[in-house]
């Protein structure tokens, strides 16, 4: 039988393309264990997590911790040279960034400097006290298991590093302890990268050099990119420098370039387009890409917004502006009404404990995280068939709209306006009573124009019995409340109010370490 293999890459897809290009050339691939460094601590650690009661977090949680360190140390008189910038917004992030990288280093105190000596101190005890675990102590964690006598799936096999970055004192001790479990090790690096010397000390030997030839250009700028060097040489055509003014127009030559190497014969999964800023890049070529018919996959970077997160905003803007009619009826327009219950109202919350939603983090085990994926994709990909394969027709407007069951009803919107609702939960009831009277009151010969009273009727009832409770959901926000209080309310919100609440609710996990932090508006909620 073939042995196993752990295959670490710097990124999910890194580690992914070692096993495909293997199973490309061999035939199949089997036994391969896929992982990045942080997933593989994790994986690692995840039962002595689960055996002392810690759950590991990310970036924004530890942020959060930091912001209450910050809070403690000002109360209690113990900050010195960071009291001119202790009310600075950025204070927490970059006090967040520095304690990360002491504890990471394995500092337990700051020579000469007690601020951070003594920020360090409140931040463990913070851990504890909430029973948090950070990346320091999940990768503290995991090379305790792999030091001992444990038998864990992942350890004694044969271990592959591909490009792995190591940086940091933990991640050193981590991968130490690691290959001392496994039978044969190899490891790559770009030539000049920081980890070179890193995992010659880690493995006991000398990092061989490959003395290659560059072939062209793009093989000369692969290999001396990290290594600080310059060799002058001939250009070719593998390397080309264009110039745009401004990101769209630099987009629109990239789309250009794709497929100029897609007419040479190149194939779409053999190309990638790396960005220097996403956020800035991300709407323009898509864009570009979208209206060159060009398919695509965008590994990371800012997203377009979502139009359910929107949709929840505009709710709690409803909320903090007294119920406003307007925020409701732009919550209305963005499509994410979700289906009604046989009474024509929202549906109910389900339990607490079965609204929670993993972070999008690396420390989050990976079967969980594999889980949710698989879910996602079931429920984007299911056929709207019937019981013999052929696809239903669309459901009747009129009744879709009286069932709520319809995505975004328009109709409402108009209501609405109609009835003048202006705000406050007594004017919402007035006034949509008051114009359903009215159109009883509206007498009308023609035929036409009684079936289009009957059906505004129709709309308002169940508009009314759909709104009315979310309206009262809404009245019952607490003006102030702590973040747990928060948490729990607002995700109980979007489970009745959005067609798929799994976003917002994995935003809302991502607070969770926050719970125990002072009262919060709502405003400062928004």
């Excluded at 299911?382 to 109709?411: E, I, K, Q, T």
């Excluded at 009835?419 to 009151?441: F, N, P, Q």
Aim: aromatic share 4%; glycine share 6%.
């Amino acid at each position: 039988m073939p042995d196993e293999v752990v295959v670490v890459g710097a990124t999910p897809d890194a580690a992914s393309e070692q096993v495909r290009a293997l199973a490309k050339v061999r035939g199949s691939a089997f036994g391969h264990h896929r992982f990045t460094l942080g997933r593989l601590a994790t994986e690692l650690a995840k039962v002595t997590l689960a055996d002392l009661g810690l759950v590991p977090i990310g970036r924004l949680p530890f942020e959060a911790l930091c912001a209450r360190v910050v809070d403690r140390l000002r109360h209690g008189g113990k900050l010195a040279r960071l009291m001119p910038v202790v009310d600075q917004p950025g204070l927490p992030a970059a006090l967040a960034r520095t304690l990360d990288e002491l504890r990471q280093a394995g500092a337990s105190h700051v020579e000469g400097d007690a601020d951070l000596t003594e920020a360090l101190g409140v931040l463990v005890e913070e851990l504890a006290t909430s029973k948090l675990a950070d990346r320091t102590l999940v990768f503290q964690l995991a090379t305790e298991v792999a030091r001992g006598a444990s038998e864990s799936a992942l350890l004694g096999h044969h271990a592959m590093f591909i490009d792995v970055p190591v940086r940091t004192f933990v991640e050193e001790q981590l991968v130490a302890a690691f290959v001392g479990r496994a039978p044969s090790v190899f490891a790559c690096v770009p030539a000049g990268d920081r980890t070179t010397d890193r995992l010659a000390g880690v493995l006991g030997c000398e990092i061989e050099k490959l003395a290659t030839v560059p072939a062209d250009s793009l093989s000369r700028v692969q290999r001396h990119l990290f290594a600080g060097t310059a060799q002058v040489a001939v250009g070719d055509d593998t390397v080309a420098v264009m110039s745009a003014p401004g990101e769209s127009r630099e987009c629109v030559e990239l789309a250009r370039r794709v497929m100029h190497e897609a007419q040479r014969g190149t194939l779409f999964d053999r190309m990638a387009i790396l960005l220097r800023s996403p956020e800035h890049y991300r709407a323009h070529l898509e864009e570009a890409l979208g209206r060159a018919g060009i398919p695509t996959h965008f590994a990371q970077g800012t997203r377009l917004p979502d139009p359910s997160g929107r949709a929840f905003l505009a709710l709690l803007a409803c909320a903090a502006e007294e119920l406003s009619a307007r925020r409701f009826a732009e919550y209305l327009s963005l499509g994410e009404v979700p289906d009604a219950t046989a009474a024509d109202q929202p549906p109910l919350p389900p339990p607490p404990g079965e609204r929670w939603v993993p972070p999008d983090e690396e420390l989050v085990p990976r079967a969980l995280a594999a889980a949710e994926e698989e879910e996602d994709r079931g429920d984007e990909t299911a056929p709207n068939l019937d019981r013999d394969g052929a696809p239903l027709p669309p459901p009747n407007l009129a009744a879709a709209v009286v069932a709520g069951s319809l995505r975004a009803p328009w109709r409402w919107e108009r209501l609405l306006h109609d009835a003048a609702v202006i705000g406050g939960r007594d004017r919402w009831v007035r006034r949509l009573d008051g114009h359903a009277e009215k159109l009883r009151l509206d007498a009308h010969d023609d035929e036409l124009a009684r079936e289009h009273r009957e059906r505004d009727l129709a709309d308002l009832a169940a508009l009314r019995r759909f709104a009315i409770p979310l309206v009262d959901d809404l009245a019952a926000l607490p003006a102030s409340a702590n973040w747990g209080t928060w948490i729990e309310r607002l995700t109980a919100l979007a489970s009745r109010t959005l067609r798929d609440p799994t976003r917002v609710q994995a935003v809302l996990a991502n607070l969770n370490p926050m719970a125990q932090i002072g009262p919060v508006s709502l405003s400062e909620v928004r």
